[in-house]
């Protein structure tokens, strides 16, 4: 017979830190499943990192906070009322989104639906942002989730008190006339926590020699991708992009019609799946003609006290020299990043409490002890959603919040602990660790699925709930395109995405750098020779 965890109380209470694609429909699922739901959002509306601000992130971190305070500094306990006219206050308790004006999402529309809410008929396959914000908050409206949703509302802290309950340590701010603001703290107790808070709020920036003071003299010419809004900011200027993700791409095209010139520096990473490394290569050598690959980035040289940045020059792994930079964005990608779970946080070479719990978070680049990316193993009284990457997003948050209704609700069992691990093991042993752990792909999300809806109507059969449904096929049909349209925009052979969830041999990833001629617009690349890595 299998063994099965066993909750030590029943849940009945349950907060859902997010209302993003994936809060909204967690709430919807676990309210439905007659659990007495509260959603906690720090923002004044629903939509997740889909909200547009026209203010960009405050002031960086050149390199990157620990994941602790990645994504923000937690305070609590400052009640009062505050001025507030240059919005220091607001954007510190509510950094904007990574959210540029001309973001689209990059996958069909039709895989990023919720099952029973389709889009207008008609909807093209990729739509603005405000679309996709609008999508989700009439969602959120059609299913009546705001008596249950709490706007302007931060959590500061989530700790189990002597009881064995989650205590939250909760902060609202309200906007009043006159520039001012008012905060107010409390703190509530529930059974369970459910956080969807995405991971696309701790911006990672590498450490490279000599960043931090090129930031500490020119801030307002260094920027994180968080922080980008709109390419007419940078007409006529030369544009120093680092990472060559989706986020470096996109923002390297957006740039093209106004920027005299954008140079891409990104590292060649052998530990992706083959597919993964071969498509951003691919990627990588179909850039627009204003648009040059130079290669990894060696260090920053020190900078001469009255020397402008235009002046200043990069060194290059390959011995040559950059410089006529005008602005640096940062495209390096997140950290995930739960401030107000300090105890679950361990940071690289610091000392472990011995009454700490297994980590959740240490270099911030992969979450840990969650089975299924969702349940935190020690104590799945604390649950995730969003942890996965590379899938059709909403509609995959989808399932994992009718997992953790049904689980919380009783009508779904968790195996037990050891099964847990073993399981997580198993993950590992296929696709390593690190970020790529957590990396899905078109096969990987479709045979998560499979499982999770097999799980579900297996214990159907003993609780009674409603079977779940697979993909459709409509949704499968859709599902096949991405690639094709992904390619397509990008202007490379469809090949490989299906397997970013895999764990297979690296393949090298083509050099189209180091140009031996000089280029224009005032950019000097010269082959001084500099030291290269052992």
Known sequence: MPEFYQFKRPIKRVAIIGSGPSGVPAARQLRDAGLDVTVFERQDDVGGIWNWKES?????????????????????????????????????????NPCYWNLTNNVPTKTLAFKDFPYPPDTPDCVPHWELADYVRRYWKHFNLQPIT???????????????????????????EG???????????FDAVLVATGHYNAPLIPEIPGAGQWYQRWPDAFLHSQGYRRPEAYAGKTVLIIGAGTSGMDIARDLTPHASKILVSARVSTSAPSGYQAFRAAQRSRQTEKTEDIGEISAFQPIAECQRIQDAEIDLFSGKV?????????????????????QFHHEPNSPIRPDAPEPLVECGDQVLNLYRDVFYIPDPTLTF??????????????????????????????????????????????????????????????????????????????????????HSKEWLHESDQIEIKIAAKYGVMPGGLADLGGNADPVAVPESVNKAEPAECGIRITGKAIATPA
């Open 56 to 96: 960009t992130a405050g002031p960086l971190s050149v390199p990157t906070p620990p994941p602790s305070t990645g994504a923000f500094t937690p305070t609590w306990g400052e009640d009062g009322v505050y001025e507030d006219s240059k919005r220091i206050r607001r954007n510190l308790f509510n950094p904007p």
């Open 150 to 176: 709490r706007l302007n509302t931060r959590v500061e802290n989530a700790s189990k008190n002597s009881d064995g309950l989650w205590e939250l340590n909760l902060r609202k701010l309200e906007e009043l």
């Open 179 to 189: 520039e001012k603001v008012k905060e107010t703290s409390y703190s509530e107790l």
């Open 322 to 342: 950059v410089s006529g930079i005008d602005h640096v964005i940062f495209c390096t990608g997140y950290q995930y990043s739960y401030p107000f779970l300090p």
């Open 385 to 470: 959603i969003g942890i996965s990457v590379n899938t059709s997003a909403f509609s995959f948050f989808e399932y994992q919040s009718i997992s953790i209704s049904r689980v919380f609700a009783g009508t779904a069992r968790l195996p037990d602990q050891d099964t847990q691990r073993t399981a997580l093991d198993q993950v590992i042993v296929k696709k390593g660790k690190g970020k790529f752990r957590h990396f899905m792909g078109q096969d990987g999300e479709r045979e998560y699925v499979r499982d999770t809806v097999s799980w579900l109507n297996e214990d159907a059969k003993w609780s009674g709930a409603a079977e779940i449904e697979g």
